[in-house]
């Protein structure tokens, strides 16, 4: 009797075992075109094939998400424009396996957190200087054509007045600007960061994000919390207001091919004790950080090296360490 027992233990051992190695045979692709897309399909085809309530693509990220799984795919198409969202994955169903990751492909995409700035949001301050409250109530930045609005120093009523033309501050929550007149400064196309982050990772496994582009979000692009052997292929991050990127807790993972630039404070934010390996990643403004890494494979993740907060330790196959940016227009971090 207990042989048998034994031998049932055993076998369950073996059956996870190959559950954990292999994935699972119900592994589901889900597909999301903000183009050609509903909600109301199923998301199991790139094309709407007909049927009720409709074989097809969503239009959201968020709702392929709500409906995966573990080591399920998500095939993003980049569709009409930015997808105006969050995408947040957790332990709870979001996780995949060695041989078959939990995987979303960007193709390209860009997800974007920034909000057009309402005309009549402006109401005059003093001189020539206007203000409106965005939707953080810190650390905001203002874009323009793609681009960061300069900032200015300003962190009273005295030196928003010492504001330059076309200069901006955010001080007890409203965002500050100089302008010619309400009626210029109305007329352009001002966008300001809205939504918290891009991509959150919490407690995530085996996680694989491939091709795919972060911007204007209020405070990181991508941040990674707790999450072990995720992998950020080809992943791009830009003007967001606190970090491009950012690493924390006990992470370990993969940063192939990413580039982070042009953001608030940080390009890439990495806290002890996470861990990264780092192939071909390219940090811009005050350095550039590169590798010799080629086609960094799973089985390295666990001999990955630590790095100090605020940038790289210099290492063996990298080049010099990142000197983070510094930037005056951010209140506090999270």
Known sequence: MMNMLFSRFLGLVAFVGFLLTTGFASATTWYVDNLRGNNTYDGRSPEFLGGSPGTGPVSTIRLAIDRSGPCDTIVIVPGSGPYYEEIAIGASRHWGTTLEPFTILGNGAVVSGDAPVPPAAWEWV???VFRFFPPRLSGSLLLLDGEIVPCGEAEGSNEIRALKVGQWSQFGGWIHMRSDSKQKLASLPLRVTSLRSGLSLVGARFVRVEDLSFEGFS?????????????LSGVQCRHCARAGMSIAGASTGVLSSCSSSANGRFNLLVDTPARVVQSRMSVDDDG???SDLQNVPWTLLESAFPLPRNG???SAG????????DANCFEGDR
């Open 288 to 290: 550039v950080l590169r």
């Open 126 to 128: 003093a001189d020539d």
């Open 219 to 231: 405070i990181d692009g991508v941040a990674v919390i707790d999450s072990f052997n995720f992998e």
């Open 312 to 314: 790289f330790r210099a």
């Open 318 to 325: 990298m080049g010099a360490p990142y000197i983070p940016r």
